[in-house]
């Protein structure tokens, strides 16, 4: 027997609005039967897994002991981290190097970690 991923599950203090951003990093829509107020709300990736975000009455306060990576499908990272922190994320830490490669960690509005990676058009220059 195996298993597969179905959801990917994020606390938040608003599912609603944090949804909503995360459907915008991604560039695709909440599930149409979500709503402000909800206690949870779900964004699907084509994949058909599904970043579900559920409202919980704690904030967080440590470091993420998962998180996602994102990789620019166009563009650079450096023009995708500044996409990101136009719509409200912030740099954590940025371990971008002078040859090009590296990443940087970032926070989305309710302080959660995820990174972003260089494209594949930037991996495919420098190999």
């Known amino acids: 027997m195996t298993s597969i991923i179905h959801n990917v599950t994020v606390d938040a203090r608003d599912s609603y609005e944090i949804a909503k951003w995360w459907g915008q990093v ?6 149409p039967d979500d709503n402000p107020g909800d206690p949870e709300c779900m964004v ?3 994949s058909g897994i599904n970043y579900l975000f559920i409202n919980v ?12 990576d994102l990789q620019p499908t166009d ?5 995708e981290v500044e996409r ?3 719509i409200g994320a912030t740099i954590f830490d940025d ?3 002078p040859d090009g490669t590296g990443w940087v960690t ?3 509005p309710e302080g959660n970690e995820f990174c972003v990676e260089r494209s594949a ?3 495919a220059a420098t190999s």
């Open 84 to 86: 990101l922190v136009g």
């Open 44 to 46: 699907t990736l084509p």
């Open 95 to 97: 371990q971008r190097r």
């Open 106 to 108: 970032m926070r989305d």
């Open 121 to 123: 058009a930037e991996r």
């Open 75 to 79: 563009g650079t990272r450096d023009e």
């Open 26 to 31: 991604l560039g695709l829509p909440l599930h």
């Open 57 to 68: 009455p704690e904030g967080k306060e440590i470091k993420n002991r998962l998180h996602i």
